[in-house]
């Protein structure tokens, strides 16, 4: 249940919320017509430019919560640089990231993973489906998922902060949504993210967010032969086969990791005729870099940690 702003009522000095009952929003309501909702906010916290209230039932605590949706203005600060990054997203690796200071990151997805094998288990054991228990269980996966995309985006703007990045360019998503001969992909393909469209829509979303608060601006670009292509010598290869997540190139004698190939492709945006990649012939760059990416896993009390490090805390 939600009220728009017409709906509601706001008394910052009393700190009240008065929610319309009814479609007449009249000036002076009589008191069957409204609920008067009083509340306390944190200490730094301000109610202002309210835009909505929600109720929402939290199951955990058995109770009703309002929630208050407020505009805030942020300001936002110059960006950290000019240089480029690109940003491939997918439904194998969730993401891989690729930048001019020859830098590669990929982040597997593994507790997207992980969750993907466990809940629907568990689901699938409660009596009944559409009960509490399944619900609550909907509702943490969900959470977690959430969870998950929020310290993601916040670990790839760092990164961005700290190697002078001013733009991110994220790949469009069309090769997430069809495969090459444009039919839906099949999500149930074992070991694939069980990950839709609009789970990717919502990161970019994040992603775009607090990439702007830093001052970076994040660009959706095509995808289009992103994955096919040499990002180093620009020869497009119809017939590219990726083996063990290596992208081999004839023509120029290459092995990159297939998803920083992908990313690299992004971050030049191979379909702008005007981008780097017409220039990428002439250029004589080191491409170790393409071949190592820094494997990030997701740890749910430290967030990402190098892949090493998380198996040097096994037993
Ligand atoms: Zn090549």
Redesign the pocket.
Known sequence: MSWKQNGIKHDSKNNRVRLSKGANHKEYPKAWEYILVEYETRPNVTIENLQQVRAVYDQQKGRWELHLVCKDEIETPDAPGNETAGVDLGICKFAAVADSTEEADLYPGNRLKQDGYYFPKEIATCDDSGGDEATRLHHKWSERRTHFFHSLAKHIVQRCVKNGVGRINVGDLEGVREDENGESKNWGKHGNLDLHGWAFDRFTKILTYKAKVEGIEVVAVSEHCTSKT?C????KDDSQRVERGLYV?E????AFNADVNGAENIRLDLNQSNSESSARLDQDRSTGWLAQPSVYLHDRSRGFQPRSAVVDCKP
């Open positions: 040499c180093a010598c620009g020869k190139c023509n120029c004698d290459a």
